[in-house]
């Protein structure tokens, strides 16, 4: 109904407010009256559909009519990093995880080309549901390795929409990243705004511990049970921190398409410091307003909308804590412009709630464990991988410096409780601490929790910073120190008499 929308437009620029919003309004109300009918039918020659990796969304349409939109995706598996050091082979719809971002028209027929490249060793599917049909395209879509497969749907229903693959073992093809979002946009558009960005949880389950380094293979086994090592947006940890954050200016609207793969967990997505000024809840078409965190189901969808007011970093989390500081969930949007002292007075929070993402990356950690891994590693990479790490895990209490706070938290710089001690270093680090200490002759009684979610290199690098820094007396901690020290059993504590 091109002529219709064309009426709409023109009513709400030509008419005075309201009587041309009453108009326009009416006009848009006749196509939901004639919807489905043979009007609609498709228009002009096939258009290809633009499609786009994450975090970036294909241009609005400008397109006024319904037409034949032809999506060619195709499935790869290949092997790429989940965290600094710690690569997976991903399922992916496009190459990407989430797979590409397609976006077409409410009316539009869409042709599905799904390829499956010559080089995977799974057959594959796609189920989108924004299809109405059974198993949303999953049954005509089943495909070799080597082979392709089409069929075609009518975007019936406006909204944002998650596809994913639908092969048996179902679980562990979404699991391993085979998901994504297509958009189907309503007849007369979104409204515009500054910023579109794609971000997509989703939890993941490795054979080894969270940032156990190496290549990490899928555990079903911790899949059935529910138990992530990863929740992640965007299929990687960083793959939206530092230099990859989002990014906006002061006083810009952003729109984030919002989807969540699971398989398993339902996200409690939040930005920290932001409401969000609409939500569309569930990818529906009504929006609730002042939304501070929004629920979004596995194999659910939302569009989150807000406007940028004071500089700074905006966490991206799934409020459910854990997963955002343990297990990765946490995306960054970078906002930069003058400060906003009305709005906000403060300073930034970076270092309050980014933790070891606080800095650009963790390029060095990563540069430490393939050296470890080719057995070149040198004191060097474990000073500059430790730094790092130190900065986003002791720094909080021991400071930067690691001059520590007077009476609250001894200081590492120059401590006789660690010097010519490596092994009560390590297991202070790996048990915590807790009691009387002296340390420089100064009482401490206080207590240090256990920091034993680090792993055995994160241990060794971090502690071979401290021993060269702030005039301590250098050395080095190996890995396998740290490992045997952990394979040991703590102290049992002294008999009671
Ligand atoms: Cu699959």
């Known amino acids: 109904m091109p002529w219709l929308e064309s009426l ?40 290809r559909a633009v499609l786009t990796a994450p975090p970036n969304v294909p241009p609005p349409l400008t397109r006024r009519h319904a037409a034949r939109v032809i999506v060619e995706l195709e499935v790869l598996e290949k092997e790429m990093p989940i965290s ?60 070799a390795p080597g082979h392709a497969s089409q069929f075609s749907f009518k975007a019936l229903n406006e909204g944002i929409y998650v596809y994913h693959c639908a092969t048996a073992p179902v679980g562990m093809h979404v699991a391993n990243g085979m998901y994504g979002l297509i958009l189907v946009e309503p007849p007369q558009g979104l409204p515009k705004v500054d910023h579109e960005y794609y971000v997509m949880q989703g939890d993941f389950y490795t054979t080894g511990r969270y940032r156990e380094k190496g290549a990490q293979g899928f555990d079903m086994e911790r899949a059935i049970d529910e138990r992530p090592t990863y929740v992640l947006f965007n ?66 969808a939302a569009i989150a909308e807000f406007r ?33 002292l009305a709005v906000y007075s403060g300073k930034e929070l970076d270092s309050v709630y980014l933790g070891d993402r606080a800095g650009p990356n963790l390029g060095a950690v990563s540069r430490a464990s393939q050296a470890q891994a080719q057995g070149s590693l040198t004191l060097e990479d474990q000073v500059q991988a430790g730094q790092q790490l130190f900065a986003g895990t002791c720094s909080v209490c021991h400071q930067a410096n690691g001059a520590g706070l007077a009476g609250v938290f001894p200081p590492l710089a120059k401590s006789d409780y660690l010097v010519g001690e490596p092994r009560r270093a390590i ?24 920091m034993n979610q680090l792993n055995d290199d994160e241990v060794a690098n971090i502690l071979t910073y401290v021993y060269n820094s702030w005039g301590n007396p250098g050395g080095r901690i190996l890995a396998e120190t740290v490992r045997q020290i952990r394979a040991t059993p703590a102290p049992a504590a002294a008999p009671t008499h």
């Open 8 to 47: 709409y437009g023109l009513c709400r620029r030509l008419l005075p407010q309201p009587v041309g919003a009453v108009i326009a309004w009416l006009a848009l109300l006749l196509p939901v009256v004639a919807a489905a009918g043979p009007a609609d039918a498709p228009i002009g020659p096939p258009i």
């Open 308 to 340: 940028t007011r004071v500089p700074g970093s905006y966490v991206l989390v799934d409020h459910s804590i854990f997963r955002a500081f343990n297990k990765g969930a946490l995306a960054i949007l970078k906002v930069d412009g003058p400060p906003n």
């Open 84 to 143: 600094e050091g710690v690569s997976y082979t991903f399922w992916t719809f496009g190459g990407s995880v989430p797979g590409s971002f397609i976006r077409v028209r409410q009316g539009d027929t869409v042709e599905f080309h799904l390829k499956n490249h010559p080089g995977n060793k799974m057959p594959h599917n796609i189920d989108l549901h924004g299809v109405t049909g059974p198993g949303g395209g999953a049954a005509s879509s089943f495909t």
């Open 427 to 450: 297991t202070t680090v790996l048990n915590g601490l807790s009691g009387k200490l002296s340390v420089n002759g100064q009482e401490y009684q206080s207590v240090m929790p256990p």
């Open 235 to 300: 299929g990687a940890e960083g793959a939206l921190t530092g230099e990859r954050a989002l990014q906006a200016k002061v006083n810009q609207t952003v729109r984030l398409f919002v989807g969540n793969g699971g398989p398993n967990l339902v996200s409690s997505f939040h930005v920290i410091g932001a409401i969000f000024e609409s939500v569309r809840f569930e990818g529906g078409s009504r929006a609730q307003t002042n939304v501070q965190t929004t629920l979004i189901p596995a194999g659910g």
